[in-house]
Structure formats: C-alpha cells, structure tokens
C-alpha cells in the first residue's frame, strides 16, 4: 500500500509539472500558480524528496511566473533556489554558465523595489494583511518558511 501511495504521488507530481510546463506556454499565469500551489501541496506529503534537476526546473518556472506577476521579489527567489541546486548538482557547469546564473540573480535580487510607506489609513484599516497572508503563502512555496 505505501508503495501505491508513493507511486502515485510521483506520478501526480510529473502531472502537475507537466501542467505547469503547459500552463507557461499558452500564458495561463492563474492556472500556473494553482498549478504551483498543488505542486508545492504533493512535495509536503511526499516522504521522498524531488530529483535536484526536477527542482531545479521548477524554481526555474516559479521564476518566470513570479516575474510575469510582476513579484521581483519572489522571483529574485525563485531565480536564487535554481541557481544553488544547478551549482550544487551540476558539477561540470562552465563558468561561463554558473555566471549566467548569477548574473540573473543579481539583476533580479536589484529589480526588487523598495516597499513604499504606507499612509495613516493604511495604517488604520491595516490593508496589509492581505498582502502578508499572500507573501507568506509564495515564501512557503519556496521554503522560506521554518
């Protein structure tokens, strides 16, 4: 029975990679972050963690996703995860190709805007909640939360 379960998880998994390598082509950027969002649900279950190289994929399109949302941050993140796991398992990487990565992740980390100040009503009606609830659920995606 454990096997099954495991079984099916690892194929829900390549689905749903497969759904979001589909989801990025005809620009269906709600359905990739559903798509995210489930991905990120199968590898919480999972005992077993993802190849380094399909990890390294996905972080590579959570980037692109996060950048067509406009989210620098998360894409800066997103774009750092990939660089660590190519770096880490890609032992005959060029230089050249490991500064393409970095270079990516520099130019990413420095598009992040600063937070604009938020106004005395802001303030009042605590409108950021919202915006802290969605941060805190892209940073799960990423592991950055503990």
Not at 1 to 24: E, F, M, N, P, S
Not at 64 to 87: D, G, I, P, T, W
Request: glycine share 2%.
């Amino acid at each position: 029975k454990q096997w099954y379960q495991r079984r099916v998880a690892i194929t829900a998994g390549d689905t749903r990679l497969y759904q979001l390598d589909c989801a990025i082509k005809i620009s269906l950027w709600q359905e990739a972050i559903k798509t995210i969002n489930d991905i990120h649900s199968l590898m919480q279950l999972s005992k077993k963690k993802p190849k380094p190289q399909a990890l390294a994929n996905y972080y590579k399109k959570q980037a692109l996703v996060f950048s067509k949302a406009n989210n620098r941050l998360f894409e800066a993140c997103a774009l750092m995860k990939h660089y660590q796991l190519v770096f880490d398992q890609k032992k005959t990487a060029t230089i050249q190709e490991k500064q393409m990565l970095a270079s990516g992740v520099l130019m990413a980390t420095l598009a992040i805007p600063l937070p604009a100040s938020m106004s005395e009503n802001e303030k009042y009606l605590d409108l950021q909640n919202s915006t802290k609830d969605k941060n805190m659920t892209l940073a799960s995606y990423l592991d950055l939360q503990h």
